[in-house]
């Protein structure tokens, strides 16, 4: 079982940036994040596996910036340039292994607000 927690949501203006981070209770072959709007579906932001390639949803890309401290066993997420629409819950979530198989974990989520 993998615990994480996430911090660094809060409420920001269109343009500013904000920098999440999610803290492991253990190591994870890929860290990533998701998102979710009210009355929408969660949605994919960003995915990084140790080794491989780095991902973004396209309505991040250029925006976000998705980094990990594997000693720490932490990844983060630089939010640039944000918009209205980029308000959601964030949560993070871990994959233990590379296999198919492996269990995913999630955080409980932290709320990020773009208003003017």
């Known amino acids: 079982q993998v615990q994480l927690v996430e911090s660094g949501g809060g409420l920001v203006q269109p343009g500013e940036s904000l920098r999440l981070s999610c803290v492991a209770s253990?190591?994870?072959?890929?860290m990533g994040w998701y998102r979710q709007a009210p009355g929408k579906q969660r949605e994919w932001v960003a995915t990084?596996?140790?080794?491989?390639?780095?991902r973004y949803a396209d309505s991040v890309k250029g925006r976000f910036t998705i980094s990990r401290d594997n000693a720490k066993n932490t990844v983060y997420l630089q939010m640039s340039s944000l918009k209205l629409e980029d308000t959601a819950v964030y949560y993070c979530?871990?994959?233990?292994?590379?296999?198919?198989?492996?269990?995913?974990?999630w955080g409980q989520g932290t709320q990020v607000t773009v208003s003017s």
């Open positions: 990084m596996p140790n080794g491989g390639r780095i």
């Open positions: 253990g190591s994870a072959f890929s």
């Open positions: 979530y871990a994959k233990r292994f590379i296999s198919d198989t492996s269990p995913v974990y």
